[in-house]
């Protein structure tokens, strides 16, 4: 189902504030989490810091100058060689324009800034029961089956 609107592919930067908090809210709703991603934005500052970092990518799709999509990776530089790896975090289509390429097309415009870092591999995960995510991303590359473990960061004394 190809929408006749053209969609444009933006690379956020720290002038883009209300670009970020559109994406937030995109997000938000795609994921069924909404509460997560507006209850307690981030200050200004610290969206600026993060966009104008060399770490973070986030990118918006836009049609008729609204977000509809959007996607947040993260530029992991390596240890054992000279090279780094792009971990997508979030990425998110808003219902109303799902089936349309725009996943597609911001991964696509991912890859060349991994080109231009000269990253060796994008990656990212899916839960297991988000059939669409993992089509997508079968069709794009290949699957690894890993393990994904959350550590909390408190510590005991018995751990210190």
Do not use: C, W
Request: aromatic share 8%; proline share 2%; no cysteine.
């Amino acid at each position: 189902m190809q929408s006749s609107e053209p969609v444009s592919i933006r690379q956020l930067s720290a002038s883009d504030l209300t670009l970020m908090e559109g994406l937030l809210a995109i997000f938000g709703e795609a994921f069924d989490e909404v509460d997560t991603y507006s209850s307690s934005r981030p200050s200004n500052a610290y969206l600026k810091r993060l966009l104008s970092s060399d770490y973070v990518i986030a990118l918006a799709a836009l049609k008729n100058g609204l977000i509809v999509a959007g996607l947040a990776a993260y530029e992991l530089q390596k240890f054992e060689q000279e090279r780094s790896e792009i971990y997508i975090y979030d990425l998110a289509v808003s219902a109303a324009h799902r089936r349309e390429g725009i996943a597609t097309a911001l991964i696509q415009n991912l890859k060349k800034i991994a080109v231009a870092r000269a990253a060796s591999v994008i990656f990212v995960q899916a839960d297991i029961e988000d059939d669409p995510a993992i089509a997508l991303y079968t069709k794009l590359g290949a699957r690894e089956d890993v393990l994904h473990f959350d550590i909390a960061v408190t510590v005991s004394d018995e751990n210190a």
